[in-house]
């Protein structure tokens, strides 16, 4: 696991510029730097030695001609196959690395490349010659890429990066507060608009897809995407496909030349990976708070499977404290209260010597493991009445205040377009506007975010049309960012075997009905596990990873750290400072919850003030 820079234009001080890029980006390599610059472009590396600890593994790499030239961060785990191929063709190989196999590969394949490759990647190669970049990110997004265009010297250029706090050390880099992603942000709790950031100008390469950069024209083309499509495979087929290819990719994803655990909750899904594994050690966290801690549970399974269980305990002075860090490390606003534990985690096996570890991100996503899957059971008693009169009601509801039930009534009188965007809704559209400055009114809305996606499952049911919302905002959007950023802030590299395309083929193939199955979801799942683990681990409840913020917000002293930040001078470019502070007080004092809000407002500030002024500050 690495991280890279690069950026292609004319300036003169490459050399200087490369090291500052990359020193911003150490923690995501600190074993190896190595930087490369002609007179049209520049790449620059941080290397965390995973495979082939040599200095053959080094990067940027070459090609056989010298002639290209490549930075990349991930593993390809099939990589041995392509290179037995590469080798019948006559390629030489100096390493075991999987980097060298991908500059080989493009050298014979071309662009055709990417859709032999089965792993986690984002990479850049520079064809000295043709001057022209070929760059990609793999299919859901797991590891970063961020690319911002710009001018240099009246040129169309371009800077890329694994983040994008390395583009603060470009001298054309324009710092700026994108104000079109605020509103979103409130109703999602993360950055949602696909092809925009935090940052003006900055955008996210989309999984899936790769792009050229040459003569200042940057042309971007999608190779991948989800296809969900009922095989109407008995359940016996299903899980028997299940049990081989998760087997097998865990198979894939255990290859390292150094020290690999798991991380491991409550759940079926760590619990399923680290069953599969059989590592040395697992890790785990918790809160001091009983009902929000379940690495007991962790601690439990592991000491049946044999395997020793490092966790930790956390509190709020813990998370809270190490908020503006975490935000730092996010590279834009996150405000899943989960990030905070995972920071924790990631350090903690860092701490105990791990380098890799494997984690369950994507099976919820896949085999349809999130409770709103189903539909609750009050919907399910409204949708036994008559379609007019439930629709006819849920268009009332959707004008008037809140009601105890009004969630429940739009949700069963309402097509699921217009009532589902994922895990979390912070703020509805109307609350977030009413809390903002005018000048951050004008973003797209949450259907004009939402649509696109619905768009491609157009006559599927529900199930599958949640889900495909979940992959293509959530998970890119919120969990697999912060998976990568908080395992990276400690050099640690995170594997998720179930976002494998071939594990995605095997899910893409099962109807929903065997997804969520009398009640239970994750059904398939977790009648597949049911041979790794003990009953009460298959047939566990999702839970999440809950963090008692809302129990934070009322101590004095939470309280009084979000009051200060609610009261800067800064929180009033953006926000109404009177409505912001009734929110946090009436959390305070029991009138409301408040916690989501009030924690998703924060972590918006506590980012802002990081790169915006603490950053000026050190800069002057």
Known sequence: MCGFVGFFDNNENKDVILEKMMNRIIHRGPDMGGKFYDDDAALGFRRLSILDLSEAGAQPLYSADGNKVMVFNGEIYNYQDIKDDLISKGYEFRSNTDSEVLIHGYTEYGEDLVNKLRGMFAFCIWDKKGKKAFGARDHFGIKPYYFYNYKQNGKESLMIASEIKSFLDHPDFKKEVNEKALKPYLTFQYSSQKDETFFKGVQRLQPGHYFTFQDGKMEIKKYWDVNFNDQHNSVEENIKKIEDVVEESVRLHNHADVPIGSFLSGGIDSSYITACLMPDKTFSIGFEQEKFDESNLAAELSKILGIENVRETIDGDDCLGMLPEIQYHMDEPQANPSTLPLYFLSKLAHDNGVTVILSGEGADEIFGGYEWYDIDAGQKKLKKLPGFIVKGAAAVAKHLPQFHGRTTLLRAGR??????????????????????????????????????????????????????????????????????????????????????????????????????????????????????????????????????????????????????????????????????????????????????????????????????????????
């Not at 699921?416 to 951050?440: H, N, R």
């Not at 893409?508 to 009398?518: A, L, T, V, Y």
């Not at 597949?528 to 809950?546: H, Q, V, Y």
């Open 415 to 620: 097509p699921v377009e217009e009532t589902f965007i994922g895990e979390a809704m912070i703020f509805e559209e109307d609350e977030a506007k009413d809390i903002l400055k005018p000048k951050f009114h004008k973003s797209r809305t949450v259907r004009e975010i939402t649509q696109p996606v619905y768009d491609m499952v157009k006559g599927k049911d529900d199930v599958t049309k949640k889900q495909l919302i979940d992959i293509k905002l959530f998970m890119e959007g919120d969990i697999l960012q912060k998976a990568d950023k908080m395992s990276m802030a400690h050099s640690l590299e995170l594997r998720v075997p179930f976002l494998d395309k071939e594990v995605m083929k095997v899910g893409e193939g099962i109807g929903s009905d065997q997804k969520i199955c009398n009640g239970t979801t994750k059904y398939i799942l977790r009648k597949a596990a049911e041979k790794k683990l003990p009953e009460d681990w298959s047939k566990r409840k999702k839970k999440g990873f809950p963090v008692p913020i809302k129990l934070w917000f009322k101590e004095e002293k939470f309280y009084k750290m979000a009051k200060e930040y609610f009261n800067a001078d800064f929180a009033g470019e953006f926000f109404d400072i009177e409505k912001i502070n009734k929110l946090l007080d009436d959390h305070y004092n029991d009138v409301t919850n408040n916690a989501r809000k009030i924690y998703t407002i924060l972590v918006f500030l506590v980012w802002y003030k990081r790169y915006f002024i603490d950053e000026n500050s050190s800069a002057k």
